[in-house]
Nanobody
């Protein structure tokens, strides 16, 4: 079983920054990639970024490229999402997820097996 716990959300003014963290515990040997998603009220869960468990370059949704950075070190239990130049439309619950699917980094929630409870990010104008 894999358990994920997000932290780092909060209330921030537009233009500000946040760093979200996702700590993974349990059976991590089968994890191939980590992803971040977000869900705003009344909207579907949306892909934000993904990275291989071994680290390396991230894969981003077009809407966040240049402002969001996903990172992790090989062997680390923590995956980060650095969010800069926050906008009110970034307001959402942010979730991290773990995938055992091998191959290209995935953007569909269906390709991820385990999820955290989420952390709220609220951006005021």
């Amino acid at each position: 079983q894999v358990l994920l716990a997000e932290s780092g959300g909060g209330l921030v003014q537009a233009g500000g920054s946040l760093t979200l963290s996702c700590i993974v515990s349990g059976w991590t040997h089968g994890i191939y990639a980590m992803g971040w998603f977000r869900q705003a009220p009344g909207k579907e869960r949306e892909f934000v970024a993904a990275i291989y468990w071994s680290g390396g370059l991230g894969y981003y949704a077009d809407s966040v490229k240049g402002r969001f950075t996903i990172s992790r070190d090989d062997g680390s239990i923590t995956t980060f999402l650095q969010i800069n130049s926050l906008k009110p439309e970034d307001t959402a619950v942010y979730y991290c997820a773990a995938s055992s699917s091998r191959g290209p980094l995935m953007a569909s929630p269906h390709d991820y097996d385990d999820w955290g409870q989420g952390t709220q990010v609220t951006v005021t104008s």
